[in-house]
Every structure is written in C-alpha cells, then in structure tokens.
C-alpha cells in the first residue's frame, strides 16, 4: 500500500499525459471497448500507474526523469503507454473468453473480490492517492482483482474442460515418470548417549533392509 503513496505524484503525471495523449479528448470516460466490455480511463490510469513503477524498477539513473530514459530499447514513456495499452487488451480479451465459453465467477469467488477490494481502499492513503489519479474503487476492482479471478477461471477451464484439456492418462503418465511417493522411519543411532557399535548399526541396517 505504501507504493501508492510514494509513487501518486509522478504516477498521477504519467496517468495524464500519456492517457491524454491515447483519448480522443480530455473529457472520455473510458479508453477502449467492445460488445462485452467498456473499459474506463480509471482502469488505464491504473495500469499506467502500475507500468509507470515497472520502469522505474527497470532504469539505471534514478536522477533522470523515467519518462526520458530507454526501456527494453524504448522511450520511457512509450513503454508505459504501451504496457497499459496491453493490460487493456488483455482484460478484454479474458472478458471475451468468459463470453464466449458461458463461465461465470462463483457467488463465493465475488464476495472474496468484495472483501479484498474494500481491505485495500480502507488501506491508510490508498483511496487519496488512487482518487488523485483517477482512479475509483470499482476500477480498481476491474483492473485487478475480476481480471485475476476471470483470468484463473478462462484458464482451469482450457485446460480442463477446454481446447487444451489435457488427456487424465497424460497427467497420470508425468506424475508417475516425474514424482515418487516414499514411507520412511527413524531410528537412533544412539543408545543412552553413546553411538552404538558396528555390530548393533549391521543389525539396524538387516532389520531395516
């Protein structure tokens, strides 16, 4: 929680200027959409802001703007925008396969989200410094905690019930090539503080054997 904190100055920055420069003007209330789902500027705020710490972790010169070092042989900022860009695509795309295969997420699986969106908001700092750059609780449940359980359900299902399902004989022939199960007991090799003799560890070793 103390990252959001830290980083809502520059993030804010980041968020702004490059989610400007990706909208068609100032006032969109949502960066990308499809037939199953609207993505909003606050859910892209908060990739940028998650990609903008990416690169700070990635860069060498602390002193200089991340915005105007290379990236993976790419302009600082065009990196982030970039991967916010990508995590947008990405969570489309899994609200795509969620359509597409009829999952939905278990009652369970929502509370659990609930729960864990409301820990973090109350968290000391977290709801200011997200509401500085943009960002809402519900984008904050969009962007991280539907994606992660939609995204974990797309993937049981595909290789499970789905086109990568892998065959159950598949599964018990790597097991069984790959793990062992073993029983072991133990024994002391010491008799009132004293190792025992050759003779006593020779009848261990046929008891055990």
């Known amino acids: 929680m103390k990252l959001w904190k830290k980083l809502t100055a520059a993030a804010t920055t980041c968020a702004l200027a490059v989610s400007l ?3 068609s003007g100032t006032t969109a209330s949502w960066i990308a959409k499809n037939d199953n789902m609207t993505v909003s500027t ?3 705020h908060y990739y940028l802001a998650n990609a903008y710490y990416q690169a700070s972790m990635k860069v060498s010169d602390y002193s200089t703007s991340v915005f105007d070092q290379e990236i993976d ?3 600082g900022e065009e990196w ?16 795509d396969m969620m359509n597409e295969y009829k999952l939905k997420l278990s009652d369970e699986d929502k509370l659990a ?3 864990q969106v409301k820990t973090q908001w109350n968290a000391q700092g977290v709801q200011e410094s997200m509401e500085e750059m943009g960002i809402s609780q519900d984008d904050v449940k969009t962007a991280v905690y539907d994606f992660s359980a939609k995204n974990t359900t ?15 004989e598949e599964l018990d022939a790597y097991f069984q090539e790959n793990y062992t199960g073993f029983r072991y007991v133990l024994q002391s090799t010491y008799k009132n503080y004293q190792s025992l003799s050759e003779e006593e560890m020779a009848a261990l070793r046929t ?3």
């Open 21 to 23: 420069a990706a909208c």
């Open 207 to 209: 008891q055990f054997n």
């Open 42 to 44: 606050g859910v892209y």
């Open 73 to 75: 042989g790419v302009n």
């Open 80 to 95: 982030i925008k970039a991967q916010g860009i990508q995590s947008v695509k990405n969570l489309l795309l899994v609200e």
């Open 113 to 115: 989200i609930l729960d």
């Open 154 to 168: 797309v993937f049981e299902y595909l290789y499970t019930k789905g086109e990568k399902a892998i065959p159950q």
